[in-house]
DNA sequence: TTGACAACATACATGCGTGTATGTATAGTG
DNA sequence: CACTATACATACACGCATGTATGTTGTCAA
């Protein structure tokens, strides 16, 4: 009798242990990312990184070279679903981009809030320091977040070319005021200090951002 | 014949050991500085501190409890300078309030750009995390950021009184505002990732911040 | 069924950082 | 001049985290 699924046809040498053995790598890897947000990078042992996924530190040699490599891991997989949902925006060309971007601001601020474990995985990135056995991810994480930059940019350039931006505008800064302020308020809001409160803070942020200081203005309506 | 300086008269129990013990106090907090800023508070050992200073772990511990201590101590030591350059803008109650904040804002960015010990000062403050045994301190300095926050509220009150803002701003939210927008740009700035040059495109942010992203503008000239 | 390999657990060696206890020299003090 | 306190240096004990080597078990393939 044959069985109702052969594993050896549809993928070769895959045995019904890797499944699980890739479930214990992702435990290991929820496991680090508790460990890291609440203590931080260098006072998590991999000792309890283990424990607290319920194996030893025999797996977690098995299936990472050391503890920077858990690190490098978190980031490279969860560095992806924010790249992703701004993909996912500029598939939009709208009429007014810079519109278009607060919201996709405000949205990304509002996802943050509800989703714990995107907090914590910011938190982390946020506060560690890249020094010591993390200084040579740190590139490799900024070149990353570099490309995240030039997708930002692309609303501006968009904008330019409708002529709704001042003619002297240059998108390469005013993605980089953009992104310093966001990065600002999300290092606020993660600091714990509950200094921002997004759900009532975070539109109005964004919008006074939007808006500017000076006296002259024509609000966007969101 | 009497001594031209008398010391137990002036100052008593002033040995002359004390003052050289000040030296050494100020050598270690000095080498700590270096250490931290350079390998992250937890990958600096009390033996680097202390052979950077060229002392023992001896003088360390005769001088401070632990290592937090010295953490603590830096911070305590190198705050105040910036409170107090905001203070002495504030002593000044100029025509446009606004416009005075976004020269003090400029003039704390460019003074930061060429002092390196500044930098490497606030790196590492904004770099560390507080989990572990720097835990305790978290809430000590951010009541003293919250203090320099209320310095900040001042000018756009100032503003408010003289109907040089919108009826509903807030003069929280856009101190909020613009404290996240500052601390995005430092700590890109700082990050080493040469994104940002403050000399080249330190006024071009703030004006940027200043004026906002809306077409109508009314730009206040610097 | 038996060898081989994957997927771990266990055990061991090592170094490093901390904290503390103790030693020591020097300056002031009565 | 003895005495004490300061300002360190030196020495020791301890735990802890890492890395690696080795042991063990289950699975698959032939």
Known sequence: MLS????????????????????????????????????????SSLDEIAKKASVTRGAVYWHFKNKTEIFDALHTQLHEPFTQTILEDLAHDEEQPIIQLKHLCIKLLEDLDVNNTKKRIMKLFFECDYSGQLAPFKKQHQDKKLKSLKLFEQYFER?????????????????????????????EYLSGLELIDIKSQGKELIQQFFEGFNTCHNPINL
Chains 1, 2 share one sequence.
Request: proline share 3%; aromatic share 8%; charged share 20%.
């Open 4 to 43: 109702i699924i052969n594993y050896s046809a549809t993928m070769p040498n895959m045995k019904r242990t890797k499944e699980e053995a890739q479930k214990t790598k992702d435990k290991i890897l929820a496991s680090a990312l508790d460990c890291f947000s609440t203590q931080g990078y260098f006072n």
């Open 159 to 187: 904008a330019k070319k409708r002529n709704q931006l001042h003619q002297h505008a240059d998108p390469q800064i005013l993605t980089l005021t953009l992104h310093c302020f966001l990065k600002g308020i999300l290092f």
